[in-house]
């Protein structure tokens, strides 16, 4: 079945990085495009990062350039590294597929991300 298990979070200050990692097992890695989402305190879960299979990187707006997705098909696992963090990034992030076929039916436990002076 699929599993996908997210690592890398932490608590660090305004301006720092992180590098976020995904495992995943029982899935069509390689032949799907992949996501790292997000939820922050009293919002909905949100698409924030995408890479295609071709290794394309889309991201929302909101991130202005500081976030940088990547995957490694050989490991089935997908990164996202994440550069001059502020308060606002702070949320669980999960990664998932992306593209149109949406989400696999499961999560995994996401990992926490909380930038705080």
């Known amino acids: 079945q699929v599993q996908l298990v997210e690592s890398g979070g932490g608590v660090v200050q305004p301006g720092e990085s992180l590098s976020l990692s995904c495992a995943t097992s029982g899935t069509t890695f390689s032949l799907d495009a992949m996501g790292w989402y997000r939820q922050a305190p009293g919002k909905r879960r949100k698409l924030i990062a995408s890479?295609?299979?071709?290794?394309?990187?889309n991201y929302d707006y909101s991130l202005e350039g500081r976030f940088t997705i990547s995957r490694d098909n050989a490991k089935n696992t997908v990164y996202l590294h994440m550069n001059s963090l502020k308060p606002e990034d702070t949320a669980v992030y999960y990664c998932n597929r992306a593209g149109r076929l949406g989400p696999y039916d499961t999560w995994g436990q996401g990992t926490q991300v909380t930038v705080s002076s």
């Open positions: 890479i295609t299979t071709g290794d394309y990187g």
